[in-house]
């Protein structure tokens, strides 16, 4: 198991632009591929981004393609987010998650969760 808490959120206008990260405890954070998903209030939790351990394969939900561009840091034991022309449909909370499966997109394939950090979007 990783430990992981997410930071970066908070309340922008649209058009604007946030980085999210993600810190890990762990010896095994490399090993893993990393997550994004958000929640919408009254919505279910919803895949956002994902990146293989080593980084080279990064996988998109259609909706922000374009706009949103995931990344790690294996050494510093990071994942990130950049969200860019943020729109008020992106407010949400935010987690980040660890898999132990390549290419994982549901949520089911993800075994660690963070508490999450509030992003909001102003129109």
């Known amino acids: 198991q990783v430990q992981l808490v997410e930071s970066g959120g908070g309340l922008v206008q649209a058009g604007a632009s946030l980085r999210l990260s993600c810190a890990a405890s762990g010896r095994t954070f490399s090993s893993y591929t990393m997550g994004w998903f958000r929640q919408a209030p009254g919505k279910e939790r919803e895949f956002v981004a994902a990146i293989s351990w080593s980084g080279g394969s990064k996988y998109y939900a259609d909706s922000e393609k374009g706009r949103f561009t995931i990344s790690r840091d294996n050494a510093k034991r990071t994942v990130y987010l950049q969200m860019n022309s943020l729109k008020p449909e992106d407010t949400a909370v935010y987690y980040c998650?660890?898999?132990?499966?390549?290419?994982?997109?549901?949520?089911?394939?993800?075994?660690?969760w963070g508490q999450g950090t509030q992003v909001t979007v102003s129109s």
């Open positions: 998650a660890a898999s132990g499966l390549p290419h994982a997109h549901e949520l089911s394939e993800y075994h660690s």
